[in-house]
Each structure stands twice: as structure tokens, then as C-alpha cells.
């Protein structure tokens, strides 16, 4: 604590994406290892979204801010239409079914679960006009997913409406030279989080020039679309570094940066193959950071890509204090790990630094499409006032968690092969539910069946 009351009101809170009824195992994500290997399986969309709700509620009851994002329309029915398939909602999907259905897979993802992928934050004592700057990922990479900004753009301006703390910027150009994805290749460096703080973009390719990039996977992230993104936010020189994401790092299936790296306070907890220039890298946030930045590295012998890949170490939450420490949240697969347990006992707890806890998170249904507890939070530092300002009933309390778990279990189902994405029965009963949930949270209409309407 800094002392000043002023500053010390500022809190991270972690905004959850609620996980959508149409949680589903597609085989989308080119470069995302888990992903790859689990399309085609059933899904369980209503132990996802409980799983995803118990871990905001044990983070709540732990004494964490926690706030929740509603998922998205899926089918969307609207992309089914622009890509030429007519006549009534049942019509659209059987014919997407029968003959496009990696087309009707992908308007079917519940991937706007994932909120560190929705936009990149800057909070208030960073920016020039002491205000908060959103940007919505455009997400441009996949087909599914360049579908989620314009309502993450809704849904973000409606819980964050009040002008005079909350400002927000259009989407990138969705073009492969701006491709961005959000707060997953951003992270903020700082003393307290009401001081000032510097922004680490990491970025997989340059769009203009460039000497490296990777061979086998995509990269996700420009240097362009970062530097626009500071430029949006009035980040400067002094405020921001970008730093190479290490192209055999994305190689072996780390298609984010918070698979491989976080970030929370002054600490940077990465692996050794995060980035191109590594020294670099530490040095360019040295020089700008005005506390000691607390690097924790881990070696390739002590964890191998592979490992981190498959366990998400590094997609771990790492939360603060009032102490001063620092609490890690893991997924299961950690602990199933030995080496990764290992190296979490040896290296991380027993460590000259911070963390001084671990708490593990059982996230399976998300894990399985390559979404771990950090990519299932979009974080936003904000101060009392601005957490006053926020609009609807989005910070979540036992009533809201209570009401949450109950409109889960009214409305979603258990289990969910792609076949089923046709039914236009679920198309009905993902509007209903979705219905409910925006009069639930009070956030207005923001679903494009309900603005059409
Ligand atoms: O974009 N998976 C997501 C996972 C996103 C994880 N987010 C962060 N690392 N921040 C993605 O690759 C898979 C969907 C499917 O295959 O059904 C998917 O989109």
C-alpha cells in the first residue's frame, strides 16, 4: 500500500466470460494444440459454465473483485445469412448442416468465453485523460472468432457507459496486417495498480518488415496492431515496450503470449523461450517501470514447451494481496503434472518473490479448447469511483452467483455433439436463455436479436 487513499482504492477486478449453452468441440483453432485435438468430442456446456462460475465464486469468497461478461448469440444466424443461406432459422441450419458444417461449427463457438481475447484495457492513471480506454479485439485470425467484437463492443459499452470515466475506441481494421487479439499478448506492469504502469505488447509477426516469424502456426498478434492500440490509448514512448513473441514458442502450440507469460504488479513470471529477446525485453521495462520489476524465469529444463503447453502453468491467474503476496491460480492439469508440480513447489513458492500461495482451478471443459483460468478473465483495474460508475449487476455477489447458477441450470444442456448444432431447437432456447440473462445482469439489449426486434 502506497499510503495514499487516493491510489490505494484501485483494484484489479478479474470480468469472467460467462460460458455460452453452445459450448462445443470444433477443431477451430489452427496452432492452438488442444483445440486440434479434441474437435469432434461432446461437450457438457452446462458443467462448463458451472465450472466457469465456481471459479469466480471461490476468487469472490477468497476476497477478489470479481465481475462477469455474458456470452454471445450463437448460432449466429445473422453470418449463416450473409453467407448466402435463406428462408426461416430451421431451413438456415439444416442447410448449413448438410452442407457447410464447419461453417455452422464455427457460428455456433462459444468462444467469446475467453474475455482476455475481447479487448485490450489501459486503466485510468495511464492514460493522458486520467480515463479508462477500451478496445474490442478484432480477432481477425479465425472465422469464429472475428465474429465476437461488435457485440463484445455493445456489451462492454453498456456495462462501461458513463463518459466521464470510460472511453471506447473502434475495433482494428480486420485485416491480417492489424490482427489483434486482445489483452492475451498485453500485460501491465506496475508498483500499485493506482500508480502509473507499463504496458508489455507482445506481438508474433510484423506486418511491414520483419525478419522472423514463425514457420508451422500462425501468429496472431502485429507489432502494427499493438502500436495502434497504444497510439488509441495515448500510451507513449515512456509507457509502452514491444517485445517479439519467440516464433518456436508459437511453433509448438503457444498462439498467445499468456500461454507462455503473466504479469501482475511488478512481476513477470515467464519462460525462458517467451520472447525473441528476452534481455531486451526485461531491459526496455526496466527503464521505463518506476518500481523494481520482479522477473521470475523459468528454465526449459525445468519445464519443457511441451509441458507448459499442455498444462497452462503460465496461464495461470496471479492475484494480489493486501499482504503484498501474491496467490496463483492453476489449472488441474498442473497438478497431474510432475515436473510442472515440481517446478511450482521448487521454484515459484520457494522462490525470492511474491507468490506465496497456489490454488488450483478445475476449468476441464474450457481446457479442452485451449482456454485456461487466465483466458477466461479480461482484467480491469479500476478505482472506487470508476467501480461505482460501472452500470448493471455485473460485480458478482452471492445473490448474482446464486441467480447465475439457477439460469445455468434452467437453460443449458449437458451434453453436445456437433450434430446437435443444427437443431434449431437450440437456436430457440439459446435466445430465450440469453434473453433472460441481459433483464438478469441489466445491461439492456446487446444481442442483435434483440436490437432487430
Ligand atoms: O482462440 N479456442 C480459443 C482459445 C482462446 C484462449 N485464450 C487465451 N489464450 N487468452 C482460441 O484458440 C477453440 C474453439 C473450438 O475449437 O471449438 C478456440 O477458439
Same mark, same amino acid.
Given at each position: 500500500?502506497?499510503?495514499?487513499?487516493?491510489?490505494?482504492?484501485?483494484?484489479?477486478?478479474?470480468?469472467?466470460?460467462?460460458?455460452?449453452?453452445?459450448?462445443?468441440?470444433?477443431?477451430?483453432?489452427?496452432?492452438?494444440?488442444?483445440?486440434?485435438?479434441?474437435?469432434?468430442?461432446?461437450?457438457?456446456?452446462?458443467?462448463?459454465?458451472?465450472?466457469?462460475?465456481?471459479?469466480?465464486? +471461490? #476468487?469472490?469468497?477468497? *476476497?477478489?473483485?470479481?465481475? &462477469? !461478461?455474458?456470452?454471445?448469440? /450463437?448460432?449466429?444466424?445473422?453470418? %449463416? @445469412? +450473409? #453467407?448466402?443461406?435463406? *428462408?426461416?432459422?430451421?431451413? &438456415? !441450419?439444416?442447410?448449413?448442416? /448438410?452442407?457447410?458444417?464447419?461453417? %455452422? @461449427?464455427?457460428?455456433?463457438?462459444?468462444?467469446?468465453?475467453?474475455?482476455?481475447?475481447?479487448?485490450?484495457?489501459?486503466?485510468?492513471?495511464?492514460?493522458?485523460?486520467?480515463?479508462?480506454?477500451?478496445?474490442?479485439?478484432?480477432?481477425?485470425?479465425?472465422?469464429?472468432?472475428?465474429?465476437?467484437?461488435?457485440?463484445?463492443?455493445?456489451?462492454?459499452?453498456?456495462?462501461?457507459?458513463?463518459?466521464?470515466?470510460?472511453?471506447?475506441?473502434?475495433?482494428?481494421?480486420?485485416?491480417?496486417?492489424?490482427?489483434?487479439?486482445?489483452?492475451?499478448?498485453?500485460?501491465?506492469?506496475?508498483?500499485?495498480?493506482?500508480?502509473?504502469?507499463?504496458?508489455?505488447?507482445?506481438?508474433?509477426?510484423?506486418?511491414?518488415?520483419?525478419?522472423?516469424?514463425?514457420?508451422?502456426?500462425?501468429?496472431?498478434?502485429?507489432?502494427?496492431?499493438?502500436?495502434?492500440?497504444?497510439?488509441?490509448?495515448?500510451?507513449?514512448?515512456?509507457?509502452?515496450?514491444?517485445?517479439?513473441?519467440?516464433?518456436?514458442?508459437?511453433?509448438?502450440?503457444?498462439?498467445?503470449?499468456?500461454?507462455?507469460?503473466?504479469?501482475?504488479?511488478?512481476?513477470?513470471?515467464?519462460?525462458?523461450?517467451?520472447?525473441?529477446?528476452?534481455?531486451?525485453?526485461?531491459?526496455?521495462?526496466?527503464?521505463?517501470?518506476?518500481?523494481?520489476?520482479?522477473?521470475?524465469?523459468?528454465?526449459?529444463?525445468?519445464?519443457?514447451?511441451?509441458?507448459?503447453?499442455?498444462?497452462?502453468?503460465?496461464?495461470?491467474?496471479?492475484?494480489?494481496?493486501?499482504?503484498?503476496?501474491?496467490?496463483?491460480?492453476?489449472?488441474?492439469?498442473?497438478?497431474?503434472?510432475?515436473?510442472?508440480?515440481?517446478?511450482?513447489?521448487?521454484?515459484?513458492?520457494?522462490?525470492?518473490?511474491?507468490?506465496?500461495?497456489?490454488?488450483?482451478?478445475?476449468?476441464?471443459?474450457?481446457?479442452?479448447?485451449?482456454?485456461?483460468?487466465?483466458?477466461?478473465?479480461?482484467?480491469?483495474?479500476?478505482?472506487?469511483?470508476?467501480?461505482?460508475?460501472?452500470?448493471?449487476?455485473?460485480?458478482?455477489?452471492?445473490?448474482?452467483?446464486?441467480?447465475?447458477?439457477?439460469?445455468?441450470?434452467?437453460?443449458?444442456?449437458?451434453?453436445?455433439?456437433?450434430?446437435?448444432?443444427?437443431?434449431?431447437?437450440?437456436?430457440?432456447?439459446?435466445?430465450?436463455?440469453?434473453?433472460?440473462?441481459?433483464?438478469?445482469?441489466?445491461?439492456?439489449?446487446?444481442?442483435?436479436?434483440?436490437?432487430?426486434?
Amino acid at each position: 500500500m502506497s499510503g495514499d487513499p487516493v491510489k490505494d482504492d484501485v483494484l484489479e477486478v478479474n470480468f469472467d466470460g460467462l460460458v455460452g449453452p453452445t459450448h462445443n468441440y470444433a477443431g477451430l483453432a489452427h496452432g492452438n494444440v488442444a483445440s486440434m485435438r479434441h474437435g469432434g468430442l461432446a461437450s457438457n456446456p452446462r458443467e462448463a459454465a458451472l465450472q466457469g462460475l465456481a471459479k469466480m465464486k +471461490s #476468487l469472490m469468497d477468497a *476476497g477478489y473483485a470479481q465481475g &462477469v !461478461l455474458p456470452p454471445q448469440q /450463437r448460432p449466429d444466424l445473422g453470418a %449463416l @445469412r +450473409s #453467407l448466402g443461406f435463406s *428462408g426461416s432459422n430451421a431451413e &438456415v !441450419l439444416a442447410r448449413a448442416g /448438410r452442407e457447410a458444417p464447419q461453417i %455452422l @461449427r464455427a457460428v455456433c463457438s462459444a468462444s467469446s468465453m475467453w474475455t482476455a481475447n475481447a479487448a485490450t484495457i489501459t486503466p485510468s492513471p495511464d492514460a493522458p485523460d486520467g480515463r479508462v480506454h477500451f478496445t474490442p479485439a478484432n480477432l481477425q485470425s479465425s472465422f469464429h472468432r472475428y465474429l465476437e467484437p461488435e457485440t463484445t463492443g455493445r456489451v462492454l459499452a453498456a456495462i462501461f457507459r458513463d463518459e466521464r470515466h470510460f472511453v471506447h475506441h473502434a475495433q482494428l481494421p480486420a485485416t491480417p496486417a492489424f490482427s489483434d487479439e486482445g489483452a492475451a499478448n498485453h500485460t501491465r506492469l506496475c508498483g500499485e495498480y493506482g500508480e502509473a504502469g507499463v504496458h508489455l505488447f507482445v506481438y508474433g509477426r510484423q506486418a511491414f518488415g520483419g525478419e522472423r516469424a514463425p514457420l508451422r502456426y500462425p501468429a496472431r498478434q502485429t507489432l502494427e496492431a499493438s502500436q495502434a492500440i497504444a497510439r488509441q490509448h495515448g500510451l507513449g514512448d515512456a509507457r509502452a515496450v514491444f517485445a517479439q513473441q519467440h516464433p518456436d514458442a508459437i511453433d509448438a502450440g503457444v498462439f498467445h503470449n499468456d500461454v507462455i507469460a503473466v504479469g501482475n504488479g511488478p512481476v513477470l513470471l515467464y519462460h525462458e523461450m517467451a520472447f525473441l529477446d528476452e534481455e531486451k525485453t526485461l531491459e526496455a521495462l526496466r527503464a521505463r517501470m518506476t518500481s523494481p520489476l520482479i522477473p521470475v524465469r523459468v528454465p526449459s529444463e525445468a519445464i519443457s514447451l511441451e509441458d507448459a503447453v499442455s498444462t497452462y502453468l503460465f496461464n495461470s491467474q496471479l492475484l494480489s494481496n493486501p499482504d503484498g503476496s501474491m496467490t496463483l491460480v492453476v489449472p488441474g492439469e498442473c497438478q497431474e503434472n510432475e515436473a510442472v508440480w515440481r517446478t511450482i513447489q521448487d521454484l515459484l513458492l520457494a522462490g525470492y518473490n511474491p507468490i506465496s500461495e497456489v490454488t488450483v482451478k478445475d476449468v476441464k471443459q474450457s481446457m479442452r479448447n485451449g482456454g485456461g483460468p487466465a483466458c477466461l478473465r479480461l482484467r480491469v483495474v479500476l478505482s472506487a469511483a470508476e467501480r461505482q460508475a460501472l452500470s448493471g449487476r455485473v460485480l458478482l455477489n452471492d445473490a448474482l452467483y446464486a441467480d447465475l447458477v439457477a439460469w445455468v441450470e434452467r437453460h443449458y444442456r449437458d451434453n453436445l455433439t456437433p450434430d446437435d448444432l443444427a437443431d434449431p431447437q437450440l437456436a430457440d432456447e439459446t435466445l430465450t436463455a440469453l434473453d433472460e440473462l441481459t433483464r438478469l445482469l441489466g445491461i439492456g439489449n446487446v444481442y442483435p436479436f434483440q436490437l432487430e426486434a
